[in-house]
């Protein structure tokens, strides 16, 4: 019986061994494709036409298709006109992917606290996005990253 015994404790460890490598894969994964979320966030910044607020935002959301859409915000002179980053990248992905799922945003801005999307954004993206999205908020100013789910940010939902 040995030799068996042997191969069984051999195959587990093998077992074992391989669902902590795939563990740390996901968790690679994770991390790329978040820096590359926040990468495309900062570059998307640049664009902002905010000449009212001075404020710029930028933001990257990743669809579950695998593929990042960014947007800045754009303001208007009719105030109320103005479109929010978050908004302008959620639109982009739902515009080429239909009502594909939004699984993660980064956004980036420039106050030396990293800006949290606003309530209407929150409820814009609601419709796509479930309480597990990842959200990145990064500061370009001060390098401050602050990570959250969706859930904790929006927790009441207004569904029709
Ligand atoms: N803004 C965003 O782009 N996203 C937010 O979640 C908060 C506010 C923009 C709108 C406006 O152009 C500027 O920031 C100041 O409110």
Redesign the pocket.
Known sequence: PFPEQGAQVFKNSIEEFNGIFEHLCSLFRERTLAGQLIKSAGAVLEN?Y?P??K?R?G?AVLTSNGNIYTG????NASFGA?I???RGAAMKAISEEGSCGITAIA?ASESEEP????AL?RQFLSEFAGPDMQVYLYSLASGVLRHYNFGTLMPHVFEL
Not at 72 to 75: G, K, L, S
Not at 115 to 118: D, L, T
């Open positions: 902002a905010a009212y607020s404020y935002v933001a800045c915000n754009v303001e103005t929010c980053a978050e956004i800006a949290p999307p606003c954004c």
